[in-house]
């Protein structure tokens, strides 16, 4: 029983691993990307309502996509 806790404790580490992981890449789907275009050009960078018009999206989530794929350095 001690070794099924030990398993069961590693899987719960190793998930925690790749939540992190996920964190550094949003994947968005192609639907949700148009989705943000049209209400960024609707609305501009007021993330928390694009991400009202998305479920189970974040405002943070949002706009962090938003700057990672279409953010310029001038």
Do not use: Q
Not at 1 to 16: N, P, Q, R, V
């Amino acid at each position: 029983m001690a070794d099924s806790e030990h398993s069961s404790s590693d899987e719960t580490s190793e998930d925690f691993r790749e939540e992190s992981s996920k964190e550094t890449k949003i994947d968005i789907s192609e639907d949700e990307e148009k989705l943000i275009i049209r209400m960024f050009n609707l609305v501009g960078e007021r993330w928390s309502l694009i991400a009202g018009r998305i479920p189970g999206r974040t405002a943070a989530e949002i706009e962090k996509y938003w700057n990672t794929r279409y953010s310029t350095s001038e």
